[in-house]
Every structure is written in structure tokens, then in C-alpha cells.
């Protein structure tokens, strides 16, 4: 039936009697104009940033036809974001795929940090977040915290809301495989100094029938189950900014999400053996409240003030049966909660074209409301276990520095620097420093380089410290650090940008789980800091627009490793490219295909350091999207994994054959607009 429908569609976009503007068309010039938010307090464009950043809006998402966060995330240069066990993702940058990559991305939220202090990560529910309430998505890879503190330490991911627009209100509907679903609305208000923006959707991607192999203990053969890896998620957002002079303005936001996720990865050989066997999965749900306030204030030309505070509440059941596992014997419900909140106090300066600095404050404080773990065994006995984590809380307070100086009033000839920095006074860690440097020099007005140094450092989470009830806690463990040294090339003209990156970075005191030589109280394991990494790697950007055809690349070469015993991360992928080429046939009607290629050497990451045998895994994909843009209609199909290629990505402990992909499927889309 649907392949029907999608005949009917293709039939249907070769008949268009409408003329605008391409909404998907982005041009050189208007790249280049992109403001980009996470890498300063001022607004910048892709090249005066100082960060190695990559920047995705509504409309680049929409013609590749991904359907969540995570899903976006991989089509990033050296970037990998898999399903872990029982949560929708992890984030790997630049290499170093291990256990630790559950912590180490900031992920902010128009600005508000929304890690979680328990594991360190906002991944859990990231693809909770729905695309239809976002205007952009930035990803940073590498250091962050001369802005963004300690859970910034490989990189961030900034998730930007709907800007406001005119009034007016748009529909979206999809259909597809695998019982895919989506209803979304979003509606704007401009009137006099008001503005307004409500989204609300709900998404489900059903039943996708992973099939995944495990080793079969009683037959001693391999054998394969199948996970729904199902997703259903609800947001909501309101958006509200008052302009009450033309030097002042007050704004308001308001999320939130709820993620209900079936049959995810399960723990698979995290216990030392295929445990799960047909049932490796996992049930996650979770539910975010997020509020912030702010104002901003021009005092004159050169010096705005701006104000903003924020609270937010994760509540999260991660629930795992157990109870056909002989030496376990029980199903086990993990609840948790916690609550965030913060200040932000930044004033920018503007002295002369050629220097402009801010100096801000921030503080944030999180508190762990609930840490409680359920046993449930075959005759509906219940315990209840306290874990060590409740009521665990934490501040820090923040100075901060972001400037640049430029040694000529001829700003597109002259060369200049741009300088953060960041102090945390962190309580049960003292003062911690994360600096950044850049030196750009342009070679003439198309090309131009960078000489880019970072640091950034990541304090222990609650769960390192204070551990679980099969981890030992450890008050001593310390805080990791990651500096970052790159090289930057970047060439620009009318219908071309292309960048070039060389980068080395050193990852001292990593905190990794170590099984012990002797149990402490019966925990067989605890958090140390266990080894010293480093990582080097090549990452090249590009962007053609050439007659009828726009094509965007990204390739990156990583190697990661561990400098004491000279292991690399194999399961992160040492060649990681993404290619997209799109064609217009008309001014409305446009196709898209996306071509991904990943090879690592390894399935997955050793359990226990048992060593990993040698291999050679190519991920290949090819994803197809084709749509047409009326004035008030816009309909669009994709299909995806066009050849129903087996795929899958790195995964944790020994999981055989990794984490398994997605077969074909296809959906179509229908947007109205009122």
C-alpha cells in the first residue's frame, strides 16, 4: 500500500504550478552568515569561530530525511552516535570509543546545560528531542569548557529552538515503515512587541525488528533474537519574547519532553557473558521540565547586558529483567531524579571594530532527588535498594572571559586572536581552568588559517564517585583533562567552502571502571583513573553549489589510542565520510541522496580487556529523499538504507556483530501551512 502512495507522489511532483523561492537552497554567502552560537558569547560565522564546529538548520535535515537527533549526529564529520544499553544514545568524537564516552559532551538547550550529574550526559534522551521544535543543531568537537564548563571536555552538542517568525501556523504529518509516525504544529505570533512560538509534537518510529547474533550458552552455537528499538516521543515548546524598549527585551522558555523507549540494547556481555542472550534489551523512559527566563539590555552601541536563569527537572525508569539469568534471578527497575538550576550574568563589550570581550558569570547547582534501584524477583518479592547517589548535590560557580582582537581596522586582511577562558570553583574539587587560543591569519580574502589551542577538563560524576551496587565508590578518583592543539585551513568564494583540519589532542587521568583485585563490601569494580589516551586525526568539510547540483562532504581519519599500553580505540571508525549531493529540477523540486561509509577495525569495545580479534566492518548506506516546496504545501518521501544493506555501528562489551542498524524503510511527508 505504501509503495503506492509513493508512486502517486513521485507522479504528483512532476506536476507544479507554483513559483517561489527554494526554502532547501543555502548559498555560500548565506552559509557563511550563519550565526553560530555555542563557540562565543558573540555571535559568530563559521569562520571566525574558534572551535572546530559544525552547524545543521531545519531545512538541511529535512532533505536528508533524518528523523531524531542521534540520527543527525552521524551524518557529522568524526562523529559517531550509537544506541548504548538502555539509553537512546552515546556521543564519540574524534575517537576514544570506550566505556567513558557515556560523559564528556555538554548538550545544551538554547544555552542551558542539561547534563545530568548522575552519568555526566544529556544523551540519554537526546532523541527525545524532536526535530520539529528545533531551528538548529551545532556539534563542537573537542574541547569546550572555556565556555561551557566540565561536562564540555570532547565536545557539545547545541540544540537551538524555533526562532520567532511572522504570524502564521504549519501542520506536518508523516507516514511510514517500521509504523513510523508524526504529528507536529508549530504557530507564530508577531504583534507590536510581542512575539510568540508554540511547537508541539508527537513522534513514533514502532517496531524496527533488529535482528541481532549472541553466542547460545546451552547450545554453544550462535544464534539470533530481534529488539523493536522502538521510540515514541512527545515535546512541547513555548516561546515568548516582549520587546519593552528598543534597548530592552525580556524572553521566556519553556520544554518539555517525554521519551518512552522499548527494547533498546540491554547490558549483553557487560556481566561477562552473553547474559541476555534473546532478551538483550532494555526499557527507558524519561521526562524533562525545563524553564528560563531572561533579559537583555543595550546600555548603549557598545555594551549589552545580558540576564537569564533556568530550573529543570529529569525524572528517568530504566527497567532490565533478569530473572531467567540463574545467577541473577531478578528484574531490576532503576528510578531516578534530579533537579538543575542556574544563573547567567554576561556583559559583551564593544569598544572598536577591531576588539570586542565579555565577561560573564554563571552558576549552576543539581541535586540528586532520587536514586532508588528495585529487585523483583519470580515470586513478586520486592526490595528496594537506596543507592548511594540520592541526595547527592553539587555546585559551581563561574568566571569567564571571551574576546578578540584584531591587529588592523582592515578586518578582512588583518590578523587577530580570539582568547577564552573559564575558572570553576567546583565544590569537592577546588579551581579548575579551561583556556582557549586562536590565531587566525588570512592568506588573502578566499583563504584563510587557524592555529587553535584548547583545554578542558571533566570532573567525576556521582555515579564514578559514589558508584552502584555492583561499583565500588571512590572519593579519591579526580577529575580527567583534554588538551587540544589544530590546525585550520579554510578556503571561501561565491560558490565553494572547504575546510581543512589537523588535530592532536592528549587525554590525561581518564576515569575508566577497573575490575579489582580484591571486592571492596562485594563490589567487584570501581571507577579510576586508570590511563592516559591521546588522538590525532585529518577532518575536511566541504560545500559546492554548481549550476543545478549542492553538494555537501565531510571525511574525517582518526586515530585514538591508550599511551600505556599502546591499544587503540578500534571500535570508533578510522574512516568516517559522509557525502550528499542534491539536484534541483526546478525551483520546487528538489531529490537528495546521502551516501555514509564508516570502517573500524572492531566490533565493539572489550569487556574486561579481553582482547578484541582484528577486523575489517565498512558501514555503507545510501539514503534517497525527493521533495517539493509549494507556497503553502510541502510534501516529501525518503528512503532509507536504499540497498537494505546490513549495517551496524561500534557498540559496548563484546557485543557481537555491534549494534545493529536500520533495514530499509521509507515514509512520506506533508507539511501545510495556514
Known amino acids: 500500500m505504501l509503495a503506492r502512495w509513493l508512486s502517486c507522489f513521485f507522479i504528483f511532483t512532476t506536476f507544479n504550478a507554483w513559483s517561489i523561492d527554494d526554502i ?17 558569547f558573540f555571535k559568530q560565522s563559521y569562520t571566525e569561530s574558534a572551535s572546530s564546529v559544525s552547524v545543521r538548520q531545519q531545512h538541511q535535515w529535512q532533505q536528508m530525511g533524518v528523523r531524531n537527533v542521534g540520527e543527525l549526529l552521524n551524518t557529522l564529520p568524526a562523529t559517531v552516535a550509537p544506541q548504548a544499553h538502555g539509553k537512546s544514545r552515546v556521543v564519540a568524537v574524534r575517537g576514544y570509543f570506550n566505556y567513558s564516552i557515556d ?44 565556555l561551557h564548563g566540565p561536562d564540555a571536555f570532547h565536545g557539545v552538542v547545541a540544540l537551538n529552538t524555533l526562532a520567532h517568525g511572522d504570524t502564521g501556523a504549519s501542520v506536518t504529518f508523516d507516514i511510514g515503515q517500521e509504523d513510523y509516525s508524526l504529528m507536529s504544529l508549530n504557530a507564530h505570533m508577531s504583534q507590536g512587541n510581542h512575539q510568540l512560538t508554540l511547537a508541539a509534537s508527537e513522534r513514533v518510529i514502532g517496531d524496527q525488528n533488529l535482528r541481532y547474533p549472541y553466542f547460545d550458552t546451552d547450545s554453544q552455537q550462535l544464534a539470533f533474537s530481534a529488539r523493536r528499538n522502538q521510540l515514541d516521543n512527545h515535546n512541547l515548546l513555548l516561546k515568548y519574547t516582549y520587546q519593552y524598549s528598543s534597548n530592552t527585551s525580556i524572553n521566556g522558555l519553556a520544554y518539555s519532553l517525554d521519551l518512552d523507549a522499548q527494547q533498546l540494547q540491554g547490558l549483553g556481555r557487560q556481566l561477562g557473558a552473553d547474559t541476555m542472550q534473546d532478551k538483550d534489551w532494555s526499557d527507558y523512559s524519561a521526562q524533562l ?49 534530579e533537579h538543575n538550576w542556574g544563573l547567567q550574568l554576561v556583559n559583551r563589550y564593544t569598544p572598536s571594530n577591531q576588539h570586542k570581550v565579555a565577561l560573564g558569570y554563571e552558576y549552576h547547582a543539581a541535586k540528586n532527588d532520587l536514586s532508588d534501584g528495585h529487585r523483583i524477583f519470580p515470586n513478586d518479592q520486592l526490595v528496594i535498594n537506596r543507592l548511594a547517589q540520592h541526595g547527592v548535590s553539587n555546585d559551581v560557580h563561574s568566571l569567564i572571559v571571551d574576546g578578540s582582537w584584531f591587529f588592523s581596522a582592515r578586518l578582512n586582511q588583518a590578523s587577530h586572536i580570539a582568547y577564552s577562558a573559564r575558572v570553576d570553583e567546583i565544590s569537592g574539587f577546588g579551581t579548575q581552568l579551561s583556556p582557549r587560543l586562536g590565531f587566525f591569519q588570512p592568506l588573502n580574502t578566499n583563504h584563510l588559517v587557524k592555529v587553535l589551542f584548547s583545554r578542558s577538563y571533566r570532573k567525576p560524576t556521582s555515579y564514578e564517585i559514589y558508584g552502584s551496587g555492583s561499583v565500588a565508590e571512590n572519593s579519591q578518583v579526580k577529575p580527567e583533562q583534554l588538551t587540544n592543539l589544530e590546525l585550520v585551513w579554510q578556503m571561501t568564494d561565491t560558490n565553494h567552502l572547504t575546510s581543512l ?40 568539510e566541504s560545500k559546492v553549489n554548481w549550476q543545478q547540483f549542492d553538494i555537501e562532504a565531510n571525511a574525517s581519519y582518526i586515530v585514538s589510542k591508550n599511551t600505556e599500553t599502546n591499544e587503540e580505540y578500534r571500535a570508533f571508525p578510522d574512516w568516517l565520510v559522509n557525502l550528499g549531493l542534491g539536484y534541483y529540477f526546478n525551483p520546487q523540486w528538489r531529490s537528495h541522496v546521502l551516501l555514509r561509509y564508516q570502517h573500524r577495525n572492531t566490533d565493539s569495545t572489550p569487556a574486561f580487556a579481553n582482547p578484541q580479534p582484528e577486523q575489517n566492518i565498512d558501514f555503507i548506506r545510501v539514503d534517497l529523499m525527493t521533495g517539493w516546496v509549494g507556497e503553502k504545501v510541502e510534501v516529501s518521501a525518503a ?13 559496548y562489551f563484546d557485543r557481537l556483530a555491534g549494534s545493529p542498524g536500520n533495514r530499509r524503510n521509507v515514509s512520506l511527508s506533508a507539511k501545510f501551512k495556514f
Open 501 to 540: 583540519s589537523v588535530f592532536r589532542n592528549r587525554w590525561t587521568n581518564s576515569i575508566r571502571g577497573v575490575r579489582l583485585a580484591q571486592a571492596i563490601d562485594g563490589k567487584d569494580f570501581q571507577f579510576q583513573n586508570a590511563t592516559h589516551n591521546q588522538a590525532w586525526g585529518l577532518e575536511l
Open 24 to 40: 532547501y537552497a543555502l548559498s555560500i554567502e548565506q552559509l557563511l552568515d550563519v550565526s553560530v552560537t555555542s563557540t562565543s
Open 289 to 337: 521540565d525545563l524553564v528560563r527566563l531572561g533579559l537583555n539590555h543595550y546600555v548603549n552601541a557598545q555594551n549589552e547586558i545580558s540576564f537569564s536563569g533556568y530550573y529543570w527537572q529529569y525524572h528517568d525508569v530504566e527497567k532490565m529483567d533478569f530473572r531467567d539469568i540463574d545467577f541473577i534471578g531478578y528484574a531490576t527497575h532503576g528510578y531516578r531524579q
Open 103 to 146: 560523559s564528556g559532551v555538554a548538550t545544551l538547550i538554547d544555552g542551558v546545560p542539561i547534563n545530568v550529574q548522575r552519568f555526566g550526559t544529556g544523551m540519554q534522551a537526546i532523541d527525545g528531542f524532536d526535530l520539529t521544535t528545533l531551528e538548529s543543531v551545532e556539534m563542537i568537537r573537542g574541547p569546550g569548557s572555556a
Open 639 to 651: 528512503i532509507r538504507n536504499v540497498f537494505n544493506r546490513t549495517n551496524t555501528m561500534p557498540a
